[in-house]
């Protein structure tokens, strides 16, 4: 067969493409299928119930919605926090000041530490008897030595823990792209700001935030599908608990797979939440379009 320039970026783009069919189209299509059967290991398809599973799901199940009402009070409090910080330490760490190149260097050490060395050391820290969070709280006198707080097994307190403890691992990366993106400003469009007498807040207003606003958009999706499809955190730290305070769909969808050998309820879980995410992210991107016109 002969290569011509036409075909030649195809075939280019044809390993890529066989390696994101095998990674991710084809295990979607498979679980897809296999949410459409009764199949209790994985092993077999069993019988074709078809929409039984959705049903059950969506009409019969408690806990699903549980679990659905916490991954969303999950993202959107992680995505406020991340965006406004990621926002307010990238313009920090564009000004000006001694040892900004070593702020900017440490300011991404969060984000590169192992999920599971994180998770031993936010338990250890906030460990109710041991933990230095309750010794600090302790000594400045504004906690009880003889009752001492539990962060992480108190039901109207753990999911902002967890929250907390999760931006703090991912603000650092929004605060690199939002940087990135301050870079690119052009400073001689501060200098004609200056001239005309522009405040520090309208040449935020009307200057910065129009050049960055894209990429606030590309960090505000990218953190609610990561944090959505979240699971090793909540999973090293609480497991869900308490009370399934903490329980999110992925963490959900281990459980019925893997713990409950319930694999096409499992499956119908990822189902939902894949067009969830792909209705949320087409709104998203035309509201996003619309803006840019």
Request: net charge positive.
């Amino acid at each position: 067969m002969k290569i011509t320039s036409k075909s030649l970026p195809y075939l280019l783009l044809l390993p890529t493409l066989i390696w994101v069919f095998m990674l991710v189209v084809y295990p979607f299509l498979s679980a897809a299928q296999l949410s459409f059967y009764s199949s209790k290991y994985g092993v077999t398809l069993g019988e074709f119930v078809g929409f039984k599973n959705f049903y059950k799901l969506l009409f019969e199940d408690d806990l699903f919605w549980i679990a659905f009402k916490n991954s969303i009070i999950w993202t959107v409090g992680n995505l406020a926090i991340q965006t406004v910080f990621g926002l307010g330490g990238a313009l920090l760490l564009n000004q000006k000041f001694r040892a900004r190149n070593a702020s900017r260097t440490l300011v991404i050490i969060p984000w590169v530490i192992p999920t599971v060395v994180i998770s031993l050391i936010w338990r250890w820290m906030l460990e109710p008897s041991m933990g230095i969070v309750n010794a600090i709280l302790t000594w400045v006198g504004i906690m009880n030595p003889n009752e001492p707080f539990l962060y992480l097994g108190s039901l109207s307190y753990a999911m902002p823990v967890m929250t907390i403890i999760n931006s703090w691992r991912f603000t650092p990366f929004a605060i690199v792209l939002i940087l990135a993106g301050l870079q690119t400003i052009p400073i001689e469009l501060y200098e004609s700001s200056d001239i005309d007498g522009a405040s520090g807040l309208q040449k935020f207003r009307f200057v910065t935030f129009p050049l960055i606003a894209p990429i606030l958009g590309f960090v505000g999706l990218f953190a609610f599908v990561w944090t959505f499809n979240m699971f090793d955190l909540i999973w090293l730290i609480t497991q869900g608990g308490p009370a399934d305070t903490t329980e999110t769909l992925p963490l959900l969808i281990y459980r019925r797979g893997f713990t409950q050998f319930k694999m096409s309820e499992a499956a119908a879980i990822s189902v939902i939440m894949f067009l969830f995410l792909a209705v949320f992210s087409i709104i998203y991107f035309r509201r996003m379009v619309r803006r840019s016109e």
